[in-house]
């Protein structure tokens, strides 16, 4: 059999971090990575957050299938969990796997199943894999959850990745410090919903408990950032952690707000008002003056008005976001926001959209202007032409700078002018 492979990647971080954990065990079985064109299997891991992701996934399959027609292809994730069927009507897909055993996926080639899906979605396990390389030249993902109990009614992925469940802890070090030795200098802890995370062993080892120990795990030079977490899993506890380490964790706060409405957040069952949101990025602000607060909105939620848009928007301005990832509503399967009457028109979803990354620009830049006179630290990771850099700060922000000096992979002070 000839053992050459490759892997097709479409949707979030946690796609790409398990994506690299299953080539790294294909590599060590003997198999060797090729472009499509010379692969004998192609893996191709979906994603399903909104109804373009999954369209792009099945055009990216049928069009790769076309351009290799004796390939054979292993369809994996979110999209396939809950649309099997679409994947295994195409001719060359010999095989579909859904969230929970992707690494599984190569030990199971030589099985004469084709469905591998199960639908005992609430009752997956946590699946375990690592990685020794990662898809950023100086920074790596590390997982440390999957799944999510949250059931926010325009998401679908708690049917596509199941139950909320949690990594060992002495996994994620072990992981954490074999990156560190293999030369990246920034993690970046990870999940569906990064912020639930507790020891499977001992539910009061929480997140707090896994920075403060990761904190610590080697002498060389590198910080963690986290890269998401919700409004209501931050205490007092995490909080005065990034205060009191400013040199290992980096104070940039990714916080999905979904939408400025109060109305629109109980139609989305969100577990916070935003008076309860508000006063928590006010502590958050005060203990880390420089923090910097990114976010994820929702525009046209089902039966959202022009007034509660508005007060979406004047509640962005008002945090000051330095950066707004805004998204029109997409209708998911399974959802209870998929059954809402009152749907809003896609231009006028994509049009508040462009107006959140417009306000999204705004802030940004008053946010820079706040750091004027600041010393920032940048990890370099991207050479560019005639001595040129550039890497991400502490807070997240892209800096491109001029060296004589090959600074490639080093942490470098930056004043902002």
């Known amino acids: 059999m000839n053992k050459t492979f490759a892997i097709l990647t479409l949707g979030c971080k946690v796609n790409f971090y398990e994506s690299e954990s299953l080539k790294e065990k294909l590599l060590d079985l003997g198999y060797l990575e090729k472009d499509c064109k010379e692969a004998t299997f192609i893996f191709v891991n979906t994603c399903a957050v909104t109804n373009q992701a999954e369209r792009q996934d099945l055009q990216k399959v049928r069009s790769v299938a076309r351009d290799n027609p004796l390939a054979k292809f ?139 120990d990761l904190i610590k795990i080697s002498p060389l030079p590198y910080r963690i950032r986290v890269s998401s977490i919700e409004i209501s899993q931050i205490d007092d506890s995490y909080i005065n952690l990034f205060k009191d380490n400013p040199q290992k964790l980096c104070p940039h706060f990714h916080i999905p707000l979904q939408s400025g409405s109060e109305r629109i957040l109980k139609l989305m069952n969100r577990k916070y008002s935003k008076e309860e949101y508000l006063s928590k990025v006010n502590e958050i602000q005060s203990a880390l003056p420089n923090v910097a607060l990114s976010t994820d909105i929702i525009t046209g939620f089902p039966t959202e008005t022009e007034s509660d848009f508005r007060d979406t928007y004047d509640f962005a301005k008002k945090i000051g976001f330095m950066r707004i990832h805004a998204f029109p509503y997409s209708e998911r399967p399974f959802t209870m926001a998929s059954k809402l009457n009152g749907k809003v028109a896609m231009e006028i979803r994509r049009e508040r959209v462009k107006k959140l990354l417009k306000l999204s620009e705004e802030s940004k830049q008053k946010y820079l202007d706040s750091l004027k006179g600041q010393v920032l630290s940048i990890l370099i990771e991207h050479r560019g032409k005639n001595n040129t850099y550039s890497g991400y700060s502490e807070n997240y922000l892209e800096i491109n700078v001029k060296s004589t000096k090959d600074i490639f992979n080093s942490f470098i002070s930056y004043k902002v002018d």
């Open 74 to 212: 292993i369809v994996l994730g979110c999209s396939s969990q809950i649309h099997k069927e679409k994947y295994l009507a195409i001719k060359q897909v010999i095989k579909v796997f859904g969230t929970d055993i992707k690494c599984r996926s190569v030990e199971l080639l030589d099985s004469p199943k084709s469905d591998f899906i199960n639908t005992d979605s609430r009752h997956f396990q946590y699946e375990d894999s690592e990685i020794k390389s990662s898809e950023y030249p100086v920074r790596a993902y590390l997982k440390v959850q999957d799944g999510c109990n949250n059931y926010c009614s325009y998401c679908v992925i708690p049917f596509t990745r199941g139950n909320s469940r949690f990594r060992d802890k002495d996994s994620i070090i072990r992981e954490a410090k074999e990156l560190i030795r293999n030369g990246y200098h920034e993690l970046i802890i990870g999940g569906i919903d990064t912020g639930s995370y507790h020891d499977p062993k001992d539910i009061s080892y929480n997140l707090t408990s896994l920075l403060k």
